[in-house]
Each structure stands twice: as C-alpha cells, then as structure tokens.
C-alpha cells in the first residue's frame, strides 16, 4: 500500500514544480514589464502562495485518473496499468507546457490568459504566425519542446512509482484507499472545507494585473474557459433579428434628445458609499409593499432621502450586481463577465475612472470574494483597498459565511471617519444570504410571512445593522460630505412568493441620502424605471464627468431618457416600458407573462428581443 500512497505523494510533488518553474519562466519572460510597473521583488515572491490552493486543486483534478488506475490495480493484475499511468501523465505535460508556452506568447499580446476566446484564433494557425515575432515564435516551440522532453525525463527518471503485477495490499488497506482517496482529492479540488469553493479568484491578490495572471493555474483557467463555453455557445439562441435591425432599434430606445442633468449634491466633490445589501427584494420595504415590521430602519432613512419606487435588477447573482455597478453591463443570460477575466479590460470601471479624479477607493466585505469570482473583476477594477473577511479582526463573532453585518458595519463607520477624501466606497452586506446563522432573536413569524421566514428575518437584522450604522454616521463629519447610495445586488424569493420570471420578483430598493444631499430631495420619491446598470452613469453625471463609454447606463436625473427596464433569463428576458412589461422565453418562443396592452405586445416583444440580443452580441465579441 505504501507505493500507493508515494505515487500519490510524488505526483503531487511532481506537479508542484512543474507548475513553480512554468510559473518562474512567465515572470522571466516578461520581467522587463515587472521592471516597468515598478513591482518589487517581495511582491513577485507573493505569487507563489497565493498560486498555491489553486495549483493543489488543479493537481486534484488532474490525479483523478491515475486514481482510477491504481484503484483497478487492487483488484486487476497486468502491466498495462503502468504503461497507461505512463501514456497520461506524458500527455498531461506535453499538453501543459504548451498551454503555458502559448500564455506566455499571448500574454505580450492581449495582457489576458490563454482562454477559449483565444483558442478560437488557432482556427488561423497563419494570422497567429504573423502576429507574433518570427524569432519569438521558433524560441517558443524551442521552449515547448526542451520543457516537454526534460520533465517527462524526470517524471520517468524520479517520480514514477511503479506498481508491482503480483503484490496485492490487504484488503483493509485497498477499502481505506477506495474510500479516502477521493474524500482528500474531493476536499483538494473544491479548496477545503470552507462554505465557498475555490475559483480562480482565489490566486487575484495585486494591483498589477501581471501579478494575478501568473498566480492563475493556466490549466486551471483554460479547463474552466472550455467548460463555461459550452454555456457561453447557448446565447446563440438570443440572436433573432437581423444584426443592423437590432442594433437600430436599441440605438433608437438609448437615444437622449438633450445631454444634460438635475444636481442633487449639494457638494461638488462628495464622497460616494455604496451599501450593497445582499438578496434584499423590493417587497421586504414598506413604501415598496412590504410588511413595515421588516424594515423600519430603512423606512425611517426615507425621511432624509430619495427613494425609487420603479428599480430593477438586471439579473439574479450578487456577481451580476457588481457588474452592473461598476461596468454598467446588464445581466448576461446563461453566463457572467466574472466568468471571463479575459473580458474585463472590455468594459468600461466607474472605479478607475474616479481613481484617475483623485478619488480614494475600498471595497468592504465581511465574507469570502472568491464566490462567483467576484475578487478577480473587483481587483481587475483596481479599488485602493479591498478588505475582506480574513481581513478582520480574528476576536469578531463570525457565522459560516463571515463576519456578521453588525461588526463589518461598526468597523466601517470607524474606518470611514479616518478613511482619504474624497472616496468612492462600498460595503458589502453578508447575513441575509443563507444559512442566517446571525446572532440574535427572530422576531418576525407572523403567519402571512411564514414562507421564507428564515430569510425575511435575515433582512429584518441587517435593517437593524443598517440603522445603528447611520446612528453612528450621523454624529461623525462623515454625513455632511457624502452620498450615500443603499441599494441591493439582486432580489431573493421572499414571503410573497413572486416567481423568478416576474418584475416583481426583480424589483430591489434603492435609496440616495446622505449630507449632501440637497435638502429639497429628503422624504422624495421617484417614479420613473430604471435598473441598477444606471448606476455608474449617474454618479459621474453627478461629478461632472463624461461617460459615454457607459452605453448599457442612463443618468436617472436626467430628465430626457427613455424609460424602460430589462432583465435576464436563461431561456428569455423581461423587458418593461411605462405602458407595461412582458417576459419572454425565447427558447421555447412562449410569454412568461403579458402585462401590457394587446396591441402594445409587439413593440415590447420587438424592443427587448433586440436589446438582449445587442447585449449577447456585444459580450460574445469583448
């Protein structure tokens, strides 16, 4: 049994220097950039662990065959095994070593990883030859085919173990083997025993995007490209029109007669916070619908703000709601831009745009970003500081997500008064996501809102969180000079029960407020329809800055846009005018509702066809 568990052992040593030394020739290759960016030499070292989880992970998934092997060799005799064992693993090199030859080639080229996108253009072996230097090509291959020849010499030479046709281990020991071995690879591939698996997310540490490309297992990265691809190739289903006609008539429902805009600040330069609430829907607020028990404290923050009453999320994951704010991109359908690092430098950063003005910018969650790769888009997006729940003082009571809301928001506000002016800064809720182990009572049980009760109780504590925090604010300088943006990142299933497919369903809160606020905006409502990819748009209108790379985003204070809100589907899309919404499967070419007029039905079924289609096209081709 023992050279089972030294083949275990010395692969994944193996492994482990392959993926060190591809990883060393990366930073070589390309250290006259490292020298550039004026990157020290302590943070290229802090590569290495921070590469370190996704590499066993990615070990894990590539020991999945071998494991299959030695577990048919307990029980089958034949030296066919070995030679299999040997015929993988010289594949597995061969094919990783060129998957990091050719990151290395693109990278001087795109400043992306090796992606499926990238793939694509193998389709034209002689537009990749000429783009690259005839010299670099040829070193390349060199490169490709030395590396290929020296490790499967030292797999072969010191790492191989051979397992012996005639020795069988115990049976003891073969079920042992059977039953922990994939326990340890399992644990290995998903990063531990943490609520939030592993993801590429996990090796983004650095402002200097070099720094993140070579901490992400290429393998890893071009495994999880291929197989979102085959997600990424069901938006084809969205296209239904024309290409030329689509685009008309989306140019036609952006159209503003007149670029101009209503100054609610009373400050030119205000700091900026977005509170981010997790999952809160529209109806959980008692203007919106809800029940006044669940969220007082936000009720009484109405009095000192402005409240939409017609807001929408674009889409249903908290990775959709930060592209919506920060890169005023909707929705996608099926997929999502946290999914594609290599379409991040496609899309426009509200957040690089305010560094560029002097602002100072953070980022605050008291859980795990590496969910739903959320840390690669907001580190790509280069906030000055991010603070995340290993971040935090190890004293705080956490559940099994992170810190809970009521000590990251203490936290924040404290930070907040000594935090560089002007900021632009978001705190992220955590305790109204599952499994609302926060502390404290459940006080909400009434019968009507027995459904989902768990949640809606998770909702009513962060109300409370949210309410001490603005207590808190209120009596520090922070109040005077800032607006403050509270606003949820998608909606949740909730006591009402509104499906999935409906607006209602999709409608979240969405309050400005804040001491600079101008006072004539306290206790306002406004009616119109927007989502919450108007967001980035409308804070620079409100500084006076340009945006027209914001093209999926509308400023709300400006009084010529259109209005109209949108959401995503897997198999369709909603999309809403003032005279009424539909929601559409595409897929099965059905309504999931019809709310509008029957002569009214073709125009939205025209007007959000072509708008999802536009919105696919666009991301498809970042």
């Not at 550039?36 to 070292?45: A, D, K, Q, T, Y």
């Not at 197989?227 to 969205?238: G, P």
């Not at 981010?276 to 000192?304: C, V």
């Not at 919450?532 to 009084?559: A, C, H, Y």
Request: proline content about 5%.
């Amino acid at each position: 049994m023992k050279k089972y568990l030294f083949s275990l052992v010395y692969q994944l040593f193996f492994w482990l220097v392959l993926f060190t030394v591809e990883r060393i020739i990366f930073l070589l290759w390309y250290r006259g950039m490292l020298v550039h960016e004026g990157i020290s030499f302590v943070e290229i070292l802090s590569v290495f662990p921070h590469a370190f989880k996704l590499d066993m992970s990615t070990f894990a998934y590539l020991f999945v065959i071998p494991f299959l092997l030695l577990t048919v060799r307990l029980f089958v005799r034949g030296n066919w095994i070995n030679v299999a064992m040997k015929v993988y693993i010289a594949l597995l090199v061969v094919l990783y070593i060129l998957t990091c030859t050719a990151e290395i080639g693109l990278f001087g080229e795109w400043n992306t990883k090796l992606s499926f996108k990238a793939l694509v253009y193998l389709q034209h072996p002689d537009e990749v030859f000429n783009s690259v230097p005839t010299s670099h090509f040829f070193l390349l291959i060199l490169v490709w085919l030395s590396q290929s020849v020296l490790f499967l010499y030292l797999y072969n030479r010191f790492f191989f173990v051979r397992i012996d046709t005639d020795n069988r281990p115990p049976l003891i020991y073969s079920l042992l083997w059977i039953v922990m071995a994939p326990g340890f690879l399992f644990l290995v591939m998903r990063g531990g025993t943490s609520e939030i698996p592993i993801s590429a997310s996990q090796s983004y540490f650095s402002k200097h995007n070099i720094l993140n490309i070579s901490a992400v297992n290429p393998g890893y990265n071009i495994a999880w490209s291929l197989t979102d691809n085959l997600r990424h190739e069901a938006l084809n289903q969205f296209i239904i029109h024309p290409e030329e006609q689509a685009l008309q008539i989306v140019e036609k429902i952006r159209k503003v007669p007149e670029d101009t805009t209503v100054i609610i600040t009373r400050i030119n330069r205000p700091n900026i916070v977005i509170i981010l609430l997790e999952s809160w829907p529209g109806d959980a607020i008692e203007s919106l619908g809800g029940d006044p028990a669940i969220t007082p404290e936000f009720h009484k923050l109405e009095e000192d703000g402005l409240l939409f009453t017609n807001f929408y999320a674009t889409g249903n994951r908290s990775q959709q709601g930060n592209a919506s704010i920060y890169a005023g991109l909707p929705g996608i359908p099926v997929t999502t831009l946290a999914n594609h690092p290599e379409k991040y430098q496609a899309v426009p950063s509200l957040v690089k745009i305010l560094n560029d003005q002097g602002y100072f910018t953070s980022f605050y969650f008291g859980g795990q970003l590496i969910y739903g790769n959320i840390k690669s888009f907001l580190v790509d997006n280069g906030f000055d500081r991010i603070v995340e729940g290993k971040d935090f003082d190890s004293d705080l009571l956490r559940g099994k997500l992170g810190v809970h809301d009521e000590f990251v928001f203490h936290v924040y506000a404290e930070e907040l008064e000594h935090m560089q002016t002007p900021f632009f800064s978001t705190v992220f809720t955590l305790s109204s996501h599952s499994p609302y182990d926060y502390p404290g009572e459940r006080p909400i049980s009434k019968e009507e809102i027995s459904v989902e009760n768990k949640f809606i109780n998770s909702v009513h504590y962060t109300d409370r969180c949210l309410g001490e925090f603005f207590r808190e604010i209120k009596d520090s300088p922070v109040w005077d000079n800032t607006l403050f943006f509270i606003m949820s990142d998608h909606s949740h299933f909730s006591y009402h029960g509104y499906p999935l497919w409906s607006f209602k369903y999709h409608q979240i809160p969405f309050l400005i407020t804040g001491g600079a606020l101008k006072s004539v905006y306290a206790g306002t409502q406004e009616d119109r329809i927007f989502n919450n990819t108007d967001i980035p748009l409308t804070i620079l209108k409100q500084l006076g800055l340009p945006g027209d790379e914001f093209v999926w985003s509308r400023d709300m204070f400006n009084p010529y846009v259109q209005e109209y809100a949108f959401f995503e589907l897997n198999d369709g899309f909603g999309w809403k005018r003032p005279y009424g919404d539909i929601v559409k499967s595409i897929k099965q070419d059905w309504f999931y509702q019809k709310n509008a007029p029957e002569d009214k039905i073709p125009q939205l079924e025209k007007e959000g066809g072509a708008y999802v289609q536009v919105l696919v096209t666009d991301f498809m081709n970042f």
